[in-house]
């Protein structure tokens, strides 16, 4: 038996499957944005914009690109 690690290909996700990771990054990016906009009393209008932005453009692409590990890295971490 060799040492060395065993690398697997990776797997290619179809179009639904990215949809629908893209989708669940928005409803989160929306629901942690609002979570920190509430405890924090509120911003201006131009940074509740930018608060609301990154953070659905941030959460989505974390889902897109990183599947599952993302998720599965959100609940260890919120633990």
């Not at 509430?38 to 941030?58: D, E, H, I, K, Q």
Request: glycine content about 14%; aromatic content about 14%; overall charge positive.
């Amino acid at each position: 038996m060799s040492d060395e690690p065993r690398i697997y290909p990776h797997p290619h996700t179809d179009r639904l499957a990215t949809i629908v990771r893209g989708a669940c990054g928005v409803f989160l990016g929306v629901a942690l944005a609002a979570e920190i906009w509430v405890r924090c009393g509120g911003f201006g209008p131009w940074a509740s914009a930018a608060l609301f932005a990154f953070s659905v453009v941030g959460c989505a692409l974390g889902s897109m690109r990183h599947g599952d590990s993302f998720w599965y890295g959100l609940l260890y971490r919120g633990r």
